[in-house]
């Protein structure tokens, strides 16, 4: 599978089954992304003591597709449909730095957060995605 310049593709799924039999679908991908983790600090010390204590809490995750390419006009489609419906989408990413090593292939559910589409005359369609995890992520495999 090819890798992306900075060794990560990021693929988005939708889901074109029903919410109780899924049917994932590639609607498109993006070479390289932006990744933005954080974890919550819970407090957790006593009321009197000198200095602070923290215990990490739930996490979140923010990826921005600022470069991404729809499959085609149907799957792009799917996408601005499940963002206005607040669907889920699967983001596959396969990071991927050694050429002679297997690739680490990761995804979770998203929410698609935001949404921005340039529409110039004469001229390809360009769009990009902020999207917003909803479940935790997971190890995949190992690509080829």
């Not at 593709?9 to 932006?34: C, H, I, M, R, Y």
Request: charged content about 20%; some cysteine; proline content about 4%.
């Amino acid at each position: 599978m090819a890798r992306g310049e900075n060794g990560s593709l990021v693929f988005l799924f939708v889901n074109k089954g029903t919410d109780q039999s899924p049917q994932w679908v590639e609607a498109g991908l993006q070479d390289g992304l932006e990744e933005s983790e954080s974890i919550d600090m819970i407090e957790g010390n006593p009321k009197g003591q000198g200095s602070k204590i923290y215990v990490a809490g739930e996490d979140t995750s923010t990826l921005t597709l600022n470069n991404f390419w729809a499959k085609d006009d149907t799957a792009l489609a799917w996408l601005i449909q499940a963002a206005r419906q607040k669907k889920e989408v699967v983001a596959r990413i396969q990071y991927g730095q050694d050429p002679t090593e297997p690739d680490v292939i990761s995804e979770a559910t998203f929410l698609i957060s935001g949404r921005n589409a340039s529409w110039p005359r004469n001229a390809a369609a360009t769009c990009s995605f902020t999207l917003q995890r909803t479940g935790p992520w997971h190890t995949v495999g190992e690509g080829e």
